[in-house]
C-alpha cells in the first residue's frame, strides 16, 4: 500500500526512501534547524511534506560532498602512487585531515595501505 503524496512519513519510510538509516535522519535534526518533524507519543516521528523535501536536499548535497572528495582523493592517491611521492605527498596530507572520516583512520588501522599523511 503506497501514501498520497502529501502524507505524513515515518522515519523508517523516509529512510527507506532515500537509502539512509535511521540514525543519520536523526543526526540531520540536529544539524538542521529546519528539518523538525512532528513527534508523537514515544518521540515517534512524522516527517510533514516539507520536512520530506528539506531531507531529499540534504540527501543529495551529501551525496554530491562525498563523490567531490571521493575525487579529490581519488587523484591524489593516484598522482602519489604513480607520480613523484615526495612531491605529492604534502598534497595528501592536507586532503586527508579536511575529510570528515580523516580522524578514524591512524596508521595502525591502515597498516599496509598506502599512508595518508605522506609519511610512509
Known amino acids: 500500500m503506497t501514501k498520497q503524496s502529501g502524507?505524513?512519513?515515518?522515519?523508517?519510510?523516509?529512510?527507506?526512501?532515500?537509502?539512509?538509516?535511521?540514525?543519520v535522519?536523526?543526526?540531520?535534526?540536529?544539524?538542521?534547524?529546519?528539518?523538525?518533524p512532528l513527534q508523537r507519543?514515544?518521540?515517534?516521528?512524522?516527517?510533514?511534506?516539507?520536512d520530506v523535501e528539506l531531507a531529499r536536499r540534504i540527501h543529495l548535497?551529501?551525496?554530491?560532498?562525498?563523490?567531490?572528495?571521493?575525487?579529490?582523493?581519488?587523484?591524489?592517491l593516484k598522482s602519489r602512487l604513480i607520480g613523484n611521492p615526495a612531491s605529492?605527498?604534502?598534497r595528501i596530507?592536507?586532503?586527508a585531515t579536511k575529510l570528515p572520516w580523516a580522524p578514524l583512520c591512524s596508521a595502525s588501522q591502515l597498516g599496509?595501505?598506502?599512508?595518508?599523511t605522506g609519511t610512509g
Open 61 to 76: 548535497q551529501t551525496i554530491a560532498i562525498y563523490d567531490r572528495n571521493s575525487r579529490v582523493v581519488s587523484q591524489a
Open 93 to 95: 596530507s592536507l586532503i
Open 88 to 90: 605529492s605527498g604534502r
Open 25 to 36: 535522519l536523526r543526526y540531520w535534526e540536529t544539524r538542521f534547524p529546519a528539518l523538525r
Open 112 to 116: 599496509s595501505a598506502p599512508s595518508f
Open 7 to 23: 502524507a505524513f512519513l515515518t522515519i523508517g519510510e523516509l529512510s527507506a526512501e532515500l537509502n539512509v538509516p535511521q540514525h
Open 41 to 50: 507519543a514515544g518521540n515517534r516521528r512524522y516527517y510533514r511534506p516539507h
